[in-house]
């Protein structure tokens, strides 16, 4: 199987792509860099099953003619920044609209028939019901998550015109090695500042599910052997969650911190557009016989030892 990884180069496309490689998957792996890191595919250069693209997935004729020859496709490049939408009204939709369909346009031509996205728990804005099932009303809270519900419907409607079959993701966070954004990165850029103190958005009461990174990636490998609908919508999530300030308690304790005094920004959200509660039903995805390896508290704990020994990635963004 030959596999195409767009946003291959960041947190999680890296790990898919060792991933598959360790599979014996050829892969070829397309990113402009933009978060992507260096140290995290360097590794994989002299493999001959490893191709690397340095390009734009808005550079439409390049996407075309790189992607030509491969089975599938997993579609992870996004402006991954959910806050940044409210600053700049355009990147969700140019990064995460356009590029999405760009993605699907040289599918099109290159006559590649199966699509993986990775979309997020964002398009559930404030959710009524929770945990929270793939089947409820959707209303968007920010711009991030109404890219990727407008990537969806694209994907949804060209396996519908192209006879193609997706599987669309729908993740909380996810942490692990690798990982370059998010609530421990914030945390430890702050504590690195300043170890003595640390402000924290929102009122630290949200509540919020994460999963590792592994997890995650066994989860979309599971699905994509065992469903087989034309378009197949799937939570990823773990079963608990923990609040924000309970979580700022993990991360000062596992980097040896002791009386580190807390702020808090107040509201209930952390930005606008934050959800205070997440936590997805991921009874259809465990249905596939999927459960997760690491608790939420561990996988805070491997997320911090990784930033620990690469604290160098706390300037890169
Ligand atoms: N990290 C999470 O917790 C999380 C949660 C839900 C959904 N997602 C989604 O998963 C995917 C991967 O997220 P991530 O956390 O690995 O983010 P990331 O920023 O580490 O990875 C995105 C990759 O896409 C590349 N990229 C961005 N714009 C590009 C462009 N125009 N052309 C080519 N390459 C481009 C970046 O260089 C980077 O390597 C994204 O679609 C994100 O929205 C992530």
Redesign the pocket.
């Given at each position: 199987m030959k596999a195409f990884i767009?946003?291959?180069?960041?947190?999680?496309?890296?790990n898919l792509a060792d991933r598959l490689l360790e599979t014996g998957t050829e892969v070829t792996v397309?990113?402009?860099?933009?978060?992507?890191?260096d140290k995290?595919i360097r590794h994989n250069i002299n493999n001959p099953k490893y191709t690397l693209i340095s390009?734009?997935?808005?550079?439409k004729n390049t996407l075309i003619s790189a992607m030509s020859g491969n089975d599938v496709v997993f579609?992870?490049?996004?402006?991954?920044?959910?806050r940044g939408g409210i600053h700049n009204t355009r990147i969700d939709v140019e990064?995460?609209i356009t590029?999405t369909h760009n993605v699907l346009e040289a599918m099109r031509v290159n006559n590649i028939k199966k699509i993986a996205?990775?979309?997020?728990?964002?398009v559930y804005g404030e959710p009524e019901i929770i945990p929270t099932p793939e089947n409820i009303p959707l209303i968007q809270t920010s711009l991030?998550g109404a890219s990727?519900i407008s990537a969806e419907s694209l994907i949804q409607a060209y396996c519908e015109y192209f006879d193609m079959k997706s599987y669309i993701f729908?993740?909380?966070?996810?942490?692990g090695p690798?990982?370059?954004?998010?609530v421990i990165f914030d945390f430890m850029k702050k504590l690195k500042e300043d170890p003595t103190k640390l402000h924290i958005l929102g009122d630290g009461k949200q509540r919020k599910s994460y999963l590792h990174v592994s997890d995650g990636i066994s989860a979309i490998l599971l699905a994509m052997k065992k469903s087989d609908k034309k378009t197949n919508i799937l939570n990823l999530g773990n079963s608990e969650w923990i609040n924000v300030t309970d979580l700022a308690y993990i991360v000062c304790e596992n980097l040896g911190l002791k009386k580190v005094k807390f702020s808090f920004a107040g509201g209930i959200r952390g930005w606008k557009g934050d959800t205070p509660f997440v936590h997805l039903d991921i009874s259809k995805i465990s249905a596939l016989g999927w459960k997760p390896d690491y608790s939420v508290k561990d996988t805070i704990i491997d997320t911090v030892k990784y930033l620990s020994e690469n604290d160098d990635l706390l300037g890169a963004r």
């Open positions: 767009t946003g291959g180069a960041g947190f999680i496309g890296s397309y990113d402009n860099f933009s978060t992507g890191q995290f390009a734009d997935v808005l550079d579609h992870f490049q996004a402006n991954a920044d959910v990064q995460n590029g996205f990775a979309s997020s728990a964002v991030y990727k729908r993740f909380v966070s996810f942490m690798r990982y370059t954004h998010g």
